[in-house]
Nanobody, 120 residues
Framework: VQLQASGGGLVQSGGTLRLSCELS????????LGWYRRAPEKQREKVAC????????WYTDSVKGRFTISKDNSKKMLYLQMNNLKPEDTAVFYC??????????????WGKGTLVTVSS
């Protein structure tokens, strides 16, 4: 099983980016899928999650109304649409999968991160 995140880059404050995560070896509905981020000199935090079977989504307060998590089962892709980006969103973003739920920090599988830099 493998996860590969992409789509990061440099964007101005107020801009948009869409992160993608390609999941190989997964049946997506069997897993909770999440996006996490680690800002410079900070702990990794959970940003967004979509539950097994897509029953629900969850967002950390700081991104509610700006970020949207989604997936395409047929393409085996997970996405994070990020709008109205702020400098404090600057971080390395990771996609992750777990066969039960999106834990705060411990997931079964992790992808390599993609760097998002938001300039003011």
């Amino acid at each position: 099983v493998q996860l590969q995140a992409s789509g990061g880059g440099l964007v101005q404050s107020g801009g948009t980016l869409r992160l993608s995560c390609e999941l190989s070896g997964f049946t997506l509905d069997d897993y909770a899928l999440g996006w996490y981020r680690r800002a410079p000199e900070k702990q990794r935090e959970k940003v967004a999650c979509i539950s097994r079977g897509s029953r629900s989504t969850w967002y950390t307060d700081s991104v509610k109304g700006r970020f949207t998590i989604s997936k395409d089962n047929s393409k085996k892709m997970l996405y994070l649409q990020m709008n109205n980006l702020k400098p404090e969103d600057t971080a390395v973003f990771y996609c992750a999968a777990d066969d039960y739920q999106c834990w705060d920090n411990t997931m079964d599988y992790w992808g390599k991160g993609t760097l998002v830099t938001v300039s003011s």
